[in-house]
């Protein structure tokens, strides 16, 4: 069976080996003549970043790069970016590498053209609609990670430098207008990287699939992608080369993101003020959070991860997919703490009162109050 296909939903998608050739038509396709190309400081000297600007530059469309992204993206970086991409008369970003690199991608296509301050522009009930929709420049999105699925997002995970809080900012042109998926960038994966990001993949299908607001194709492509995880993670971890364990988790990780418009949870409502404030793996703080949050909601989702759990070949139900799930994280060498992560002196009442402004905490199937979030922060300690 040959893993490639070009698909429109959620948007353009060319996926396969090796299509990251296509980087210039996929640039014309959006109506991109002059790209920067956004990516990350560890990413920006790779010899998978040096060989997309050469087809960049052999098809005519410069070699311009921005790599002054930081691990969890800033508006620093954002304004930095913006400027790069002004002053060198760009019409469209080629957003490349991980969530970091993916995130701030889209942001400098987006705000390069407003004229408010991008905390206007937070996800918060319609304030997407003060946006110049006709400013926004289109994306080429090109993952290199199986994770964050923001190559297929309408948002971005902003962390503002002064508060130490990731704020999401979002509007529908966000989308990116073509993506290119190809397994082979992600082969250079380390292992620790490879488990976080496709243990986020995981957590994102996972909250989708429990969230209670109604989204039935969501939970559909949540299932799936939970499924992919289960069968081709612990594949690509014990051997990065696998390509097609690689394609597939990056099929998983696109699911992932489409699926939680249906929604997010407690798993993400903590890791965002977690990560905000110690700067750890988002992925990897998803993973640690996730046993904890799984038990903390059972009231609520019992059967519905019974019968995730049949789909995907579990016993006991929901009992056996918190065990399947802690023998995963083991198996990928994840703590069982945030302790395991480095965190001591966790400062509870911050990151308390973070997760429950966050706007993840809407799809939990649990009410979050002050009490229950903290009693569940310090069952992580």
Partial sequence: MSLTGTWSYPTAI?????????????????????????????????????????????????????????????????AAGVKAYLDGGHD????????????????????????????????IGDWWTRADADAIAPVVAVPTTAGTGSEVGRASVITNSETAEKKIIFHPKM???????????????????TAGTGLDAFAHCVEAFCSPHYHPMSQGIALEGMRLV????????????????????????????????????????????????????????NAVCMPKVLQFNKPAITDR????????????GFDGFCAYVDGLNARLGIPTSL????????????VV????????????????????TRKLLESLL
């Fill in 92 to 123: 469209g970003v080629v957003a490349f590498g991980g969530g970091s690199g993916l995130d701030l991608g889209k942001v400098i296509a987006f705000h390069g053209g407003q004229s408010r301050p991008l905390w206007d522009f937070e996800d």
């Fill in 175 to 193: 989308l990116p207008a073509v993506v290119i998926c190809d397994p082979e960038l992600t082969v250079g994966m380390p292992k620790h990287i």
């Fill in 305 to 316: 991860l019974a019968s995730a759990a049949a789909y995907l070949g579990i016993e006991d």
């Fill in 230 to 285: 289960k069968e081709y993670l612990p594949r690509a971890y014990d051997d990065g080369t696998d390509l097609e364990a690689r394609a597939q988790m990056m099929s998983a990780a696109a699911m992932g993101a489409t699926a939680f418009q249906k929604g997010l949870g407690a798993i993400h409502a903590l890791s965002h003020p977690i990560g905000a404030i110690y700067h750890t793996h988002h992925g990897t703080t």
């Fill in 14 to 78: 060319r996926f396969g080996a090796g299509r990251i050739a296509e980087i210039a038509d996929a640039c014309a396709a959006a109506g991109i003549t002059k790209p920067l190309l956004v990516t990350d400081k560890g990413l920006a000297g790779m010899e998978i970043t040096t060989r997309t600007l050469d087809l960049l530059e052999e098809a005519g469309l410069g070699r311009a790069l921005f790599a002054e992204v930081d691990p969890n993206p800033n508006e620093k970086n954002a």
């Fill in 353 to 372: 009162a973070g997760a429950l402004i966050d706007p993840s905490t809407g799809g939990n199937p649990i009410e979050m109050t002050e009490e229950n």
């Fill in 339 to 350: 302790a395991g992560l480095g965190l001591e002196n966790v400062d509870v009442d911050r």
